[in-house]
């Protein structure tokens, strides 16, 4: 397995090389990843506790709700990050088909 490289070793590399320039990105990828199944099982979690609460009257009710809601926001939350981090990923990947040097620059 490879050694990741640290903050110094990148210090040292130059600023436009493609290898800082993967390796700056590769722990935001894998951040995207599990905001995504996190954000998923938030939504339906929450969904599943809306729904639980709601068909059912009982003393428990008005938790299940709160707590459905608040699941389903963090849910929500979580999924716009990732589509507003997606969809800028995507218009510098097309900056970056204009003018190569677009994407190491920034």
Do not use: C, H
């Given at each position: 397995?490879?050694?990741?490289?640290?903050?110094?070793?990148l210090?040292?590399?130059?600023?436009?090389?493609?290898?800082?320039?993967?390796?700056?990105?590769?722990?935001?990828?894998?951040?995207?990843?599990?905001?995504?199944?996190?954000?998923?099982?938030?939504?339906?979690?929450?969904?599943?506790?809306?729904?639980?609460?709601?068909?059912?009257?009982?003393?428990?009710?008005?938790?299940?709700?709160?707590?459905?809601?608040?699941?389903?926001?963090?849910?929500?939350?979580?999924?716009?990050?990732?589509?507003?981090?997606?969809l800028?990923?995507?218009?510098?990947?097309?900056?970056?088909?204009?003018?190569?040097?677009?994407?190491?620059?920034?």
């Open positions: 397995m490879k050694k990741v490289y640290n903050k110094p070793v210090r040292t590399l130059d600023a436009e090389d493609v290898l800082v320039a993967r390796l700056k990105a590769t722990p935001k990828a894998k951040r995207d990843d599990l905001g995504l199944i996190f954000g998923i099982i938030f939504f339906l979690a929450g969904a599943a506790l809306l729904y639980s609460g709601t068909s059912n009257s009982d003393a428990s009710e008005f938790a299940a709700v709160l707590g459905g809601a608040a699941l389903i926001s963090l849910g929500s939350i979580a999924l716009w990050i990732l589509v507003r981090n997606w800028k990923r995507k218009k510098d990947l097309e900056e970056s088909k204009q003018d190569p040097g677009v994407g190491l620059r920034k």
